[in-house]
């Protein structure tokens, strides 16, 4: 199985701030077509994760883009520029190279 | 409007099984591939199944395997989990999520809310 690790575990940002959360694959993501299947999601508290990021980069429809996402291989980086409170709840990396579909322990963003 | 509303879920006893059901609305659900996903309480999200749209590819968990089927009814527009010889370890809140596929891209970009399953004597 794909090991993902993100980091930090909790971050607290001062609104207006930038933030950024790491994660990391135990296998390189990156398919043979191309194409490299990380994505980023947000659970906002008591609410159902939603998408940010899809294939590293691509923002999803409807997302702000002060949300941003980047990397290769195995380490990705997802920053949040200009943190709002809006932007508090746990922040979740998912790989969809193979199954098992695997996700990170997930990185809660905290306003100070 | 995308709508995935999950049901079926509750308190049961270790070994016993319960059956959830999601009920899908606002797409051609027939055109997608759909996943559970799980989240004990306080913890984080784990895959558990996924059913291709015709339901030709299925694939578990292990964690799951061989006690969990998962199963959909393109007619009724219903994704189902069966689940059998239930532990306390899978108490958690269980999502159904759409898989979206365009021949390029692969993500879950629509989830239910969530449906509560609580194992326990």
């Known amino acids: 199985d794909i090991m993902m690790t993100q980091s930090p575990l909790s971050v607290a940002v001062t609104p207006g701030e930038s933030a950024s959360i790491s994660c990391r694959s135990s296998k390189s993501l990156l398919h043979s077509n191309g194409i490299t299947y990380l994505s980023w999601y947000l659970q906002r508290p008591e609410k159902s994760p939603q998408l940010l990021i899809y294939?590293?980069?691509n923002l999803a429809s409807g997302v702000s883009d002060r949300f941003s996402g980047s990397g290769s291989g195995t380490d990705f980086t997802l920053k949040i520029s200009k943190v709002e409170t809006e932007d508090v709840g746990i922040y979740y990396c998912?790989?969809?190279?193979?199954?098992?579909?695997?996700f990170g322990s997930g990185t809660k963003l905290e306003i100070k | 409007e995308v709508q995935l509303v999950e049901s079926g879920g509750g308190l049961v006893q270790p070994g016993r099984s319960l059956k959830l059901s999601c009920v899908a609305s606002g797409f051609t659900f027939s055109n997608y591939g759909m996943n559970w996903i799980r989240q004990a309480p306080g913890k984080g999200l784990e895959w558990v199944a996924y059913?291709?749209?015709?339901?030709?590819?299925?694939y578990y968990a292990e964690t799951v395997k061989g006690r969990f089927t998962i199963s959909r009814d393109n007619a009724k527009n219903t994704l189902y989990l069966q689940m059998t010889s239930l532990r306390s370890e899978d108490t958690a809140l269980y999502y159904c999520a759409r898989h979206y596929y365009d021949g390029t891209y692969y993500y879950f970009d629509y989830w239910g809310q969530g449906v509560m399953v609580t194992v326990s004597s």
């Open positions: 294939q590293i980069s």
């Open positions: 998912v790989q969809f190279l193979e199954v098992p579909l695997t």
């Open positions: 059913i291709s749209s015709g339901s030709s590819y299925i």
